[in-house]
């Protein structure tokens, strides 16, 4: 019922900068939260930040201060900037949008930052 495309992944050095986009369609009433979740090769998935429909924003520790999530105008589209990469943000990162209980998930976009 919900599709989603994430785009802007790449290859990075350390310190520099990555902005992730993620296009939303499909029937996306009732949709109230919005974010993005990576995964590390023999990691756990971990939430990265997430938006809700009012705006509210929340951020993983490890990210604060160097990354910004924001959505557009109608709001089926969200960013995720990040800035001063480390190594240690490499990840495949997947965009999120809950329905209630229901979460749906992206098929993910490679960021590689390198030492």
């Known amino acids: 019922q919900v599709q989603l495309v994430e785009s802007g992944g790449g290859l990075v050095q350390a310190g520099g900068s990555l902005r992730l986009s993620c296009a939303s369609s499909g029937r996306l009433f009732s949709i109230n939260r919005m974010g993005w979740y990576r995964q590390a090769p023999g990691k756990q998935r971990e939430m990265v930040a997430s938006?809700?429909?009012?705006?509210?924003?929340n951020y993983a520790e490890s990210v604060k201060g160097r990354f910004t999530i924001s959505r557009d105008n109608a709001k089926t589209t969200i960013y995720l900037q990040m800035n001063s990469l480390k190594p240690e943000d490499t990840a495949v990162y997947y965009c999120?949008?809950?329905?209630?209980?229901?979460?749906?998930w992206g098929q993910g976009t490679q960021v590689t930052v390198s030492s």
């Open positions: 999120a949008a809950s329905r209630g209980p229901t979460t749906y």
């Open positions: 938006i809700t429909t009012y705006g509210t924003t």
